[in-house]
């Protein structure tokens, strides 16, 4: 039910500002209690989702919740594996550094959720993607982006793992062939959402400054020059 339709004596959303939410988001992976998520909590996160822009308001998205334990130990058995991989291209410090970086919550969250890109919505006429392809995955990962706002709102954690091939997704999840998994989303209250993210406390990589990012009429060009 989206918010405007909730009856007045049922409690909303936390009153937050969006700028707060914005800093307070973090990719979760320890810190995820397994405690339930209220339905109506619930239908808000993924009604925000669904209220994503779209290219040719195509909506390209599903939504696989996944509870069943089995089919998620199965994913992290997967995710491990594919953790390992990453972890053989690495040496010397950069192995030290990964060997400390926790990759996944699947176990510990209250939920997880596979968000998928379904190239055929709303085509061959999909307004505005008929020069740019990747135009439908970019709507998706804004309904990703909006879930995982409106999450933190709820004070949920969210944490996107991206350790898997994706056909083992497809077979796992019956995903059809078409349909592209485009992230598995663990999603649950936790006990807290660190200040900075994990691969900063851990020293894999910091954050840097926006001028650095910011280009003047030219790529290449910042404001000094
Ligand atoms: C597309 C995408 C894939 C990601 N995949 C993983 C992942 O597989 N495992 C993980 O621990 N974090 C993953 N992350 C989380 C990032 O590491 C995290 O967003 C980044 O370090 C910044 O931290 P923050 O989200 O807490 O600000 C992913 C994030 C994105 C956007």
């Known amino acids: 039910m989206p918010p405007t339709d909730r009856p007045t004596d049922e409690p909303g959303p936390p009153t937050t500002s969006l700028y707060d939410v914005l800093h307070r988001r973090r990719d979760v992976r320890a810190e995820f209690t397994g405690e339930p998520i209220p339905e109506e909590v619930l239908r808000r996160v993924l009604t925000a989702a669904h209220s994503a822009p779209s290219v040719g308001l195509s909506q390209p998205w599903d939504y696989v919740l996944v509870r069943d ?7 992290r058995e997967h995710v491990l594996a594919e953790r390992d991989t990453f972890d053989a291209q690495l040496s010397g410090e950069r192995a030290e550094t990964f060997s400390r970086i926790k990759v996944e919550g699947i176990m510990e969250s209250t939920l997880c959720v596979a968000v998928t890109y379904d190239p055929q919505r709303g085509a061959p006429e999909v307004l505005g993607r008929h020069a740019i392809a990747d135009a439908g995955l970019y709507s998706v990962c804004l309904a990703i982006q909006n879930l995982w706002l409106a999450a933190t709102a709820e004070n949920l954690g969210v944490g996107w793992v991206s350790f898997y091939r994706e056909e083992f997704l497809q077979q796992l999840l019956n995903i059809p062939a078409t349909v592209r998994p485009v992230a598995w989303l663990c ?3 936790v006990h807290e959402l660190a200040e900075a993210p994990d691969l900063e406390r851990h020293g894999w ?17 910042g404001g000094d020059r």
């Open 69 to 75: 334990e089995s089919t998620r130990r199965s994913f």
């Open 205 to 221: 990589r910091s954050r840097t400054p926006l001028e650095e990012r910011v280009h003047h009429d030219s790529y290449g060009r």
């Open 187 to 189: 999603l649950g209250p």
